[in-house]
């Protein structure tokens, strides 16, 4: 298994797999209910038929995903601009040889300067190509997938911790 089928694996588990049990866990409770419609209350037919708290949950799952998405999108670009390292993290994930990076400076006019970055990739025959986009792509997922993990873990954490309080708030009224 190369690096960029390991990563690709890792990053679908990371980010489909919540999704996907989450959709699941909706079809599953639309199917076992015999009569939805008569618990309608709002004016939202559709989603009336689930419970409160799975579409709570997605809900959450739509606001955190593409959120997480935009972090890691946000941590690649910038962070790739300011400090290349940080998409060249992802570099050997989209090449099987070995990589590099190429920085050119460049003034487009006087007192102005820049840098460009470009990551190429060796085979084992020699042969350069540029993987530029690919690793952008790749760092983008690898810190979108880490964003994931942090977000579902406070949302655990602030649920578990609502619920630590709410019990707590039950014993003291008892």
């Not at 409160?52 to 910038?78: D, E, H």
């Not at 790739?80 to 099987?96: K, L």
């Amino acid at each position: 298994m190369d690096h960029l089928t390991f990563f690709l694996l890792v990053t679908a588990i990371t980010l489909v797999v919540p999704t996907t049990v989450l959709a699941i866990g909706l079809a599953r409770r639309a199917s076992g209910s015999a009569e939805p419609w008569r618990r309608l209350k709002r004016a939202h037919p559709a989603l009336s038929i689930f419970p409160r708290r799975v579409r709570k949950a997605a809900i959450a799952m739509a606001i955190v995903l593409p959120t997480c998405i935009f972090v890691g999108a946000m941590i690649a670009s910038v962070g790739g601009a300011f400090y290349p390292a940080v998409v060249e993290i992802a570099a050997p994930y989209v090449c099987n040889g070995t990589t590099g990076r190429l920085s050119q400076d460049y003034s487009y006019r006087p007192g102005q300067s820049g840098a460009a970055h470009n990551f190429q990739c060796t085979n084992a025959g020699g042969d350069r190509r540029d993987i530029t986009w690919p690793a952008f792509v790749a760092a983008t997922l690898f810190y979108s997938a880490i964003a994931l993990l942090l977000a579902l873990v406070l949302l655990g954490l602030k649920r578990a911790f609502l619920r630590s309080s709410f019990s707590s708030e039950q014993d003291r009224q008892a």
